[in-house]
Structure formats: C-alpha cells, structure tokens
C-alpha cells in the first residue's frame, strides 16, 4: 500500500477558493485511488490518498486533478507538507510538483 498524504495550512482569506477547488476535483480523486480521506479543521486540510501499487500512483500524479490540487496548494497555501509511504520509504517535501515530477521520470523499479 502506498499513501499520499497532503498537509495544508490554507490562507485565511484563501479557504474559499481552496475549498471550491477541493469539491470540484474530490469525484475524480476517489476514482484514482483506493481510499480518500480528507480531514478539515479550522484552516488546515490533511488529504490522504492510498495507492495499491506504484502504477496507480503514477497515473494518478499525471491526472488533471492532481495538477489542480499541486495548483491550489501552491497558491493558496501558507505552507504545506507532503509525504509519499512506501514499503520502506518514506519521502517528504513541501512541493507536490517536485513530487509529481520526480514520480513520472522514474521507472518503476526505480522507485
């Protein structure tokens, strides 16, 4: 099982925008990935997304939806946190494109 977890700490005068940004991408979100959870508290949103394989991964990183999240994130956000749970690895970043680019330049037995 691989788990994309995304930590956000959204903008006071942001949370709209993020929020409608969030609902219009969620439909497409569940379909890429096993399970998605999405915890909201005040102005911060932790999005957790699991993976069955690396491959799963990978499509869901190359998907319009994900590059809409990356978007908002790095508009939107004071800061952000995101970290990719592999069997034995753990990867961490404050970038989710570093993250989509480092995914989709590797093999899979690279990763």
Do not use: W
């Not at 978007?71 to 069997?87: N, Q, Y």
């Amino acid at each position: 099982m691989i788990e994309l977890e995304v930590t956000i700490q959204i903008k006071r005068e942001k949370l709209m925008e993020f929020s409608q940004s969030l609902t219009s991408i969620k439909p497409a979100l569940e379909l890429l990935c096993s399970s998605l959870r999405i915890i909201e508290v005040e102005n911060r949103y932790t999005i957790r997304l699991d993976f069955e394989s690396v491959q799963e991964l990978t499509t869901a990183l190359c998907t319009k939806e994900v590059g809409v999240l990356s978007g908002a994130v790095k508009t939107l956000a004071e800061k952000s946190d995101i970290v990719i749970h592999t069997p034995g690895n753990k990867k961490r970043t404050t970038d989710l494109n570093e993250i989509r680019s480092e995914y989709l330049n590797k093999k899979p037995s690279q990763i």
